[in-house]
């Protein structure tokens, strides 16, 4: 069980089990209070690439829960199996046999389902298989129940033309870019990494193929507000051995935008959503001018950005917070310190001498993020129980709605609250073993507060350690040969990391826009890139042959306006040897898959140079954000001398 799964939990409201519908695991919602009419049936796929993800995930967890209770349906959320282990037609395979169990009419009266009322819907790769098995519906002739609707949640529906107006616009775009999309499209089929680069450069479909493209012109399928200028030129042609080879991405299986109109004509209506900043919404978008031109009543809702995508993907990530629950180890609660909530975690067992204390920061790009968030619970009490320490994992204002300063303000308030005798002594924690962790942009909060420290008069006792995991460390240069290698890597793409940074100090996308060409530091302060100058300060087997370039200067505007990029506060690389010297003894931990890997590894040889005790702990098979995958090994294994560095040194 991964660790944003959740067991089958009945609540007041709905029932939920787990069992097979031909052999396929699923999970079953049915609302608790009586009805005297049969009810609704909803048929949900979850999402994920056809690679990751499953019913028992918390985010589709709670929203079958919802449905179930709030449309009084009955709600079957299926499992299949998943790539890379099983390509396609598994997938399509195994959630078509679910259904056609499900629509069975002994089954649909076990459960009080109206078989009048059926429906299929599904999210992303979900989408792509609700609409691949409704059309297969069409043509089996054991299946006499007919669905009512489909409905497509931003759906993925065709492989061949991954040069629509909506790839080209969004094809940095975080969460789901181009590179992540065409990654997860080849893994359906294949884990040969060939299909993925040829249909990355869109040249992947043969020219005896080229009759199909006419199912996928966008431009006579767009609306006109969604071209937007672009000019359709088709795609160049394609090996003929890779469609030999893997021909799943020609199946209209596979890409339900290839079926002809005689078949779309005969579909159940239909309810689509696209979302302006998403590479899939064109397929969405020509799905319901085909549907529509076919016959069939669609209807498409557009989020065309209601919501900041931060914030909308923040209300999406808080779906995995956990209450604040004591266990037989640990007390937990929450207070404030200096008005800044946190989380406390207090080992149960009696201890006679003073605790460790340590001060945690979380991650999530100064937007996202929170000590309530399951992975980060989990690490503060197994921290708290395995250390026997004290652990405060703090809170802070995000971004978009609270620019810099007020992520590091707010930290650094909580830490000096923590910092007082008098608290540290409420707590039973000894002043001299007190230290700050911190990972992703929590490692850069806990470096800046580190440094802080340093300045501060009023501020009597010392940190003897700081922990930083994957931090991010500097503004200046996005071009290191970790940027350069990692640059299309999923979970944090330079594009994403360049966002997050340019979402720490404005909503103006103007810096982002520099940053991400690495054209944002302007003339007169050119001066600082010797704190950031890779060529001298990485270790040369991480230099693998790249070649330094000073980056090009940047507009002296963006710097006066947003200064905050330049601030020693927001990069702690930018800190002079004079107040690295004094700093605590430090760990680190780099994963290789990282674009900030350099960032870690240049101020591990910074502090070293100024003599500063530093512990480097680089993970050679490890990504950013690896601590958060809890059902992988290596998180496990990282967490553990994380802790053990912790035991002893703190």
Not at 166 to 179: D, G, I, M, R, V
Not at 390 to 411: C, E, G, M, W
Not at 463 to 485: F, H, R
């Amino acid at each position: 069980m991964s660790v944003n799964d959740v067991p089958p939990t009945s609540d007041e409201n709905v029932t939920v089990t787990e069992t097979k519908f031909n052999n396929i695991p699923v999970r079953v919602y049915v609302p608790k209070r009586k009805s005297e009419a049969l009810k609704r049936g909803v048929f949900y796929i979850h999402g994920g690439g056809w690679c990751l993800d499953s019913a028992a995930s918390e985010s589709y967890d709670q929203l079958s829960r919802w449905t179930a209770d709030r449309l009084d349906a009955v709600v079957i959320s299926t499992n299949y199996r998943l790539a890379p282990k099983h390509h396609f037609p598994t997938q399509f395979e195994d959630v078509y046999n679910a259904l056609r169990w499900f629509l069975r009419k002994e089954v649909l009266a076990e459960y009080g389902v109206n078989p009048e009322r059926v429906g299929v819907s599904g999210d992303s790769a979900g989408g792509n298989l609700a609409a691949a098995v409704t059309q297969q519906l069409l043509e089996d002739p054991d299946v006499k129940i007919k669905l009512k609707i489909q409905s497509l949640i931003y759906p993925a529906l065709q492989t061949l033309d991954l040069d629509s107006p909506s790839y080209q616009e969004n094809a940095q775009f975080p969460f789901l870019s181009k590179s992540f999309m065409v990654r997860f499209w080849s893994e359906y089929f294949t884990t040969d990494r060939s299909l993925e680069k040829a249909m990355f450069s869109n040249q992947h479909v043969p020219v005896e193929s080229s009759h199909l493209f006419k199912f996928v012109n966008w431009s006579s399928l767009l609306p006109e507000r969604f071209k937007k200028g672009h000019v359709y030129s088709s795609p160049r042609q394609g090996s003929s051995e890779l469609a030999k080879k893997y021909p799943g991405f020609l199946d209209v299986r596979a890409a339900p935008l290839l079926a002809d109109d005689s078949k779309l004509r005969s579909l159940p209506r239909t309810y689509v959503i696209t979302c302006q900043y998403d590479v899939l919404r064109d397929d969405g978008l020509m799905y319901v001018t085909r549907l529509q031109n076919a016959g069939v009543r669609a209807s498409f809702v557009e989020l065309l950005g209601l919501n900041h995508f931060m914030e909308t993907f923040n209300t999406i990530m808080s779906l995995n917070n956990v209450p604040v629950t004591s266990d037989e180890n640990v007390t937990v609660t929450e207070t404030k310190f200096n008005n800044i909530p946190v989380r406390v975690y207090v080992p149960k067992r009696k201890s006679e001498a003073l605790r460790r204390g340590v001060f945690y920061i979380h991650g999530g790009g100064w937007c996202l993020g929170s000590a309530a968030l399951k992975k980060y619970d989990l690490l503060s009490r197994w921290t708290a129980d395995r250390l026997d320490a004290v652990v405060i994992s703090t809170n802070y204002r995000l971004a978009p709605k609270h620019h810099f300063p007020t992520q590091f303000q707010d930290v650094y308030n909580a830490l000096r609250w923590f910092l007082r005798k008098e608290v540290l002594a409420e707590y039973g924690v000894n002043p001299e073993r007190v230290g700050v962790s911190g990972d992703s942009a929590g490692g850069n909060l806990a470096a800046a507060v580190t440094q802080q420290l340093l300045e501060d008069p009023d501020v009597k006792i010392k940190l003897k350690i700081q922990s930083l995991i994957y931090p991010a460390l500097q503004t200046l240069d996005l071009d290191s040969p970790s940027y350069q290698e990692n640059a299309q890597f999923p979970v944090l793409s330079k594009s994403l990391t360049a966002r997050f940074w340019s979402e720490y100090f404005t909503t103006d996308r103007s810096l982002e826009k520099a940053m991400f060409s690495n054209q944002h530091v302007p003339v007169e302060s050119s001066h600082l890139f010797k704190f950031v100058n890779w060529s001298s300060l990485l270790p040369e087997r991480f230099k693998k042959g790249h070649v330094y370039s000073s980056p090009r200067q940047g507009s002296s505007e963006l710097a006066k306006k947003y200064p905050g990029f330049l601030d020693v506060r927001a990069a702690p690389l930018l800190a002079d040897d004079s107040k690295l010297r004094s700093l605590p003894q430090t760990y680190v931990i780099t994963c290789q898959y990282d674009v900030l890997r350099d960032d870690g590894l240049m101020y591990v040889t910074r502090l070293q140079n100024a003599g500063v005790r530093v512990t480097h702990n680089h993970v050679e098979d490890g990504f950013h954000g690896v601590l958060s995958f809890l059902e992988l090994s290596i998180s496990h294994r990282m967490i553990s001398q994380y802790i053990n560095w912790l035991r002893e040194n703190l």
